[in-house]
Every structure is written in structure tokens, then in C-alpha cells.
């Protein structure tokens, strides 16, 4: 079984910065690669950012030069920080992995989502 737990989340004001980080536990081997989805109302969800084991990264255009994505693989957490915040940017937020577990089998797995809200 495996779980992601977010953290973060919450109301700032336009400018502002957050910081969400998510927790990666259970029978995990290798996470090959950690993100950040959101979903703001009425909209599909979308990507904002990604981070493989490696290192690389990549970010959707509307984040780039304002969001951050780290991960610490022997922690198997996935942060993303958040400045310059924007109206545009409330959503949940949702974090998701794609690894192996003991069993060698790979799936995708998601968070429960975290709400951010940026308004004055």
C-alpha cells in the first residue's frame, strides 16, 4: 500500500508565497518521478510541475520563474514552492508519483489534494 500526504495549503494574498510539500509512504522501491497537478472549479486538471529521480524538471508555462519543485529521494518528499502568487493560481492541488513498489508492479499514485486559494 502506498500513500501520498500533502501539506501547505491555504489562503494568500496576491504576491504572497506557499509552500506545499508531499509525503511518499508504504511499499515503495523507486519513485521515478513526483509532481504537481491542480484543479481549479469548472476546469480540468493540469499539470504545473514534475521532477524526475535525475533531477530534471519541468513546469508548465503560466509557473515557470515563479514556482519551485524539489524532492528529497531519500525522504521520498516532493516540495513545491509557490511565489509570486496569483488569483489564477487557486486550485487543489494534487500531488502525484509514479514508481515501483516491493512488488515490482508501477502504477501512478495521487494525493487527496490540498486547496489553494490566493485572494486579497
Known amino acids: 500500500q502506498v500513500q501520498l500526504v500533502e501539506s501547505g495549503g491555504g489562503l494568500v494574498q496576491p504576491g504572497g508565497s506557499l509552500r506545499l510539500s508531499c509525503a511518499a509512504s508504504g511499499s515503495i522501491f523507486s519513485i521515478y518521478v513526483m509532481g504537481w497537478y491542480r484543479q481549479a472549479p469548472g476546469k480540468q486538471r493540469e499539470l504545473v510541475a514534475f521532477i524526475t529521480s535525475g533531477g530534471t524538471t519541468n513546469y508548465v508555462d503560466s509557473v515557470k520563474g515563479r514556482f519551485t519543485i524539489s524532492r528529497d529521494n531519500a525522504k521520498n518528499t516532493v516540495h513545491l514552492q509557490m511565489n509570486s502568487l496569483k488569483p489564477e493560481d487557486t486550485a487543489v492541488y494534487y500531488c502525484?508519483?509514479?514508481?515501483?513498489?516491493?512488488?515490482?508492479?508501477?502504477?501512478?499514485?495521487w494525493g487527496q489534494g490540498t486547496q489553494v486559494t490566493v485572494s486579497s
Open positions: 502525484n508519483a509514479y514508481l515501483e513498489d516491493y512488488y515490482h508492479r508501477k502504477n501512478t499514485y
